[in-house]
């Protein structure tokens, strides 16, 4: 890898990640030793760019700082596309078309250099089955996520009892044959798994929870990270 492109990659790194990143873990990735980071990180805050840290702690990127206009590897071009795809085939009708939107833009800005990728991609995704018709609205699911507001839903388990429940929506899951919404459940004070099929009846209401939602998803990330007892 050119110089270049390792410091580009430095400044990748350090974009996508919420915490520090020691130089070992950049060095691990990038296949060459932790000096060779210490230097190129102490070239880049030579060059102004906003790294604050130290050896042994981690390196962050200061929030704000603008990158280039988008420039993307062959590479990322097909995570891009791969992404798209899935979400295409398995996405609600809002998400699928945005995807399908994205690959069209996509489309518009790549160079001549990775028209190609587009045109003759190297991966793909098989088509999914039908998915069962969400029993709720997620675009306005994922807008009520965001900010923090209540819903009451009618919910048929796999036995087809339906109860009532006001729940506290976290985020929407998407697999092969099914959608599903994690939430804090009022009813059973705890969280649990809704299929989108199986909502019979929701209510999106203007009440708000009380609880930020970043909060609320690290408490249920805390909770299903927990191994069985």
């Excluded at 280039?68 to 398995?90: C, F, I, K, N, Y």
């Amino acid at each position: 890898m050119r110089r270049a492109d390792r410091l580009f990659q430095i400044i990748q790194i350090l974009r996508r990640s919420p915490r520090p990143v020691t130089a070992m873990a950049m060095a691990h990735e990038l296949e060459v030793s932790p000096r060779t980071i210490y230097r190129d990180v102490a070239d880049l805050v030579a060059r102004r760019i906003p790294i604050n840290g130290e050896a042994g702690f981690g390196y962050v990127l200061e929030p704000g700082f603008d990158m280039p206009p988008l420039s993307l590897t062959v590479d990322e071009m097909e995570a891009a596309l791969l992404g798209a795809q899935w979400v295409a085939g398995r996405g609600d009708p809002v998400l699928a078309r945005a995807a399908r939107d994205l690959v069209a833009k996509l489309t518009a800005v790549a160079p001549d250099a990775l028209r190609a990728a587009i045109a003759t991609p190297t991966i793909g995704t098989h088509e999914s089955g039908a998915t069962p018709p969400d029993g709720l609205d997620l675009a306005r699911v994922r807008d009520w996520i965001r900010t923090g507001r209540k819903i009451r839903i009618a919910y048929r388990d796999e036995r087809g009892w339906v109860s009532e429940r006001t729940v506290w929506p976290v985020v929407i899951g998407y697999f092969e044959s099914a959608r599903t919404m994690a939430a804090w459940c009022e009813l059973r004070q705890d969280f649990r798994q809704f299929r989108t099929a199986r909502v019979r009846d929701a209510e999106f209401l203007d009440e708000r929870h009380g609880e930020r939602p970043a909060a609320l998803r690290r408490r249920w990330q805390r909770q299903w990270a927990r191994p069985p007892a």
